[in-house]
């Protein structure tokens, strides 16, 4: 155990504790980790290193730096850690200001031990299990981490990091607690929130669903939209990942995807669905998909899609068909290429001037689909 001096508090019922922690207890205790899918490039580290000497061994620290499904915490920004090492060196040198004079907020993962040494039991000294990677920053990760990367230069100065400590706080409430303080001021990116809430802050099936199907699309290299979706608010992508798995999520709860043992059956399998959909959608437009004065690929168009997928499934158990047949998708949705074609999502074309919407593109697939021989309405 290590014994730090704290003040035990209460708020609402809840307990917890305002300790003072040297930078070794932090550099020990403390784990770092972000939200992650998958292998993580770099370690969970966002920017590019640059040209110019660092302060900042990447290499030692990357490698301190898990990732993991379960995690919560956004990819650490490169930027922001060389910024926050210069300043601790400045605060160093001028020895005019603290360098983290505000409290950082940690979760301990296993249980804590309060000894009072006053009457009335808020002043004492609290145990915390001597173990590497027992806390987890739940805000100041990026501080702590400068810290880790500025530790060598602190020499033998006393430094103290004030923190507060909650006793195994339960992993929806971290989140929670993680959204609330981040998603205003911090401008805490939508995708984000969606991976947050589908998996861990409500846990919430059709939405964890819809991520799953989002990933699919993005991760699999047989999906026509590898590597084209923004996941988590980072990547390459140009599509966010948050209004397709809100439309997704909508889908999931009504129509063929909903209730029922064949909607449960589909919801099983539909990642393959999806993937196999926008294959078929990839071919019919096939111009439009690889050309670059296009918008099959904007998030209106993928949403549209989406959206009149009930119907395609609608009319594949018409033909008594799988639904996740490659073949038997692409013969529905061909009446798409006479009905309605590449041009029509030329971007300063028929696109923009006809204002296009996720709903009046969606009628127009529908209209397509229900009179595929182009008869009057």
Known sequence: MINVAAIRMQQFGVQFYQAS????????????EVLS???????????SRGGSVSKVNWDLLERRIASSEKAYQRHIIRKKIEELVQYYEQCRQARDLPSIPGAVIISCDEKLSFQAVDGDGRLGVLKVPEREGVL???????RLLALHADIERLGGEDF???????DRLPDDHIVQMFVTINAKHTRLNASHLVSLSGRQLYRDEQLALAHDVVRALNDREDSPLH???KLLGVGHGRVPQAPLAQELKRLFGEG??????EAAALREDARK???????????VFGAAWNGRKYSVKSSTALRAFI????????RLDQEHADRADFRAIGRVIAPWGRRIGDLRFETDGAWKHGGTTVESLARELRLALQYPEGAAV
């Not at 550099?27 to 770092?32: A, Y």
């Not at 103290?160 to 909650?166: D, L």
């Not at 993937?275 to 078929?280: A, E, I, L």
């Open 307 to 314: 959206r009149v997928a009930p119907d395609v499934v609608r």
């Open 256 to 261: 063929p995807f909903g209730g029922g043992r």
């Open 37 to 47: 899918y998958g292998e993580t490039p770099q370690g969970g580290v966002r920017g």
């Open 273 to 283: 669905f999806f993937v196999n959909y926008f294959k078929q959608i990839a071919l």
């Open 160 to 166: 103290s990091v004030p923190a507060i400590i909650f």
């Open 227 to 229: 590597g084209e979706i």
């Open 136 to 142: 987890r920053a739940i805000d100041g990760q990026h």
């Open 21 to 32: 922690l040297t930078a070794s207890d932090i550099d020990k205790l403390v784990r770092f």
